[in-house]
């Protein structure tokens, strides 16, 4: 399937990743969210204190589906946005899609100075900012 977007973030920013994803698809754009297919019964924090405690994580068939499935929607996807706050994977994911020739957008707050922020095309500070650029 072809993204319009890809969301980077923390899934322990989980609930304004899905209001992004959602003011996204009222606009009529395609979003990859990786939040969706996850427990709904446990909280973000409990479900990413069992992710980070994945015993021998670098074989765990869990981790490479997680990895195969988002790389693969990073590939299909014309722009990545990076939502604030944001864990390493999200930072390595927006790497990846700038070397991928994707466009890149923050949005949120970034308050001291990122050289390597140099490589996002656009910076908004709320969600509800970027979705008033959107045709």
Known sequence: MRY???IASR???????LELTRLLR???KTVYCFVED????????EYMQTFENTPDWKNAPVVREMFEKD?????????????????KSAHVEAGAAYGMGKKCIVIGEQKEAESLYLIFNEFFTSSE???????
Do not use: C, H
């Not at 899934?11 to 990743?17: E, M, P, S």
């Open 4 to 6: 319009d977007y890809f």
């Open 71 to 87: 790389m693969t929607a990073l590939r299909n996807s014309d722009t990545l946005i990076l939502l604030l706050p944001a864990g």
């Open 26 to 28: 009222e606009k009529g």
């Open 11 to 17: 899934f322990r920013n989980k609930q304004a990743v």
């Open 129 to 135: 900012e970027f979705i008033k650029t959107l045709n």
């Open 38 to 45: 996850y427990d709904e019964v446990s909280t973000p924090e």
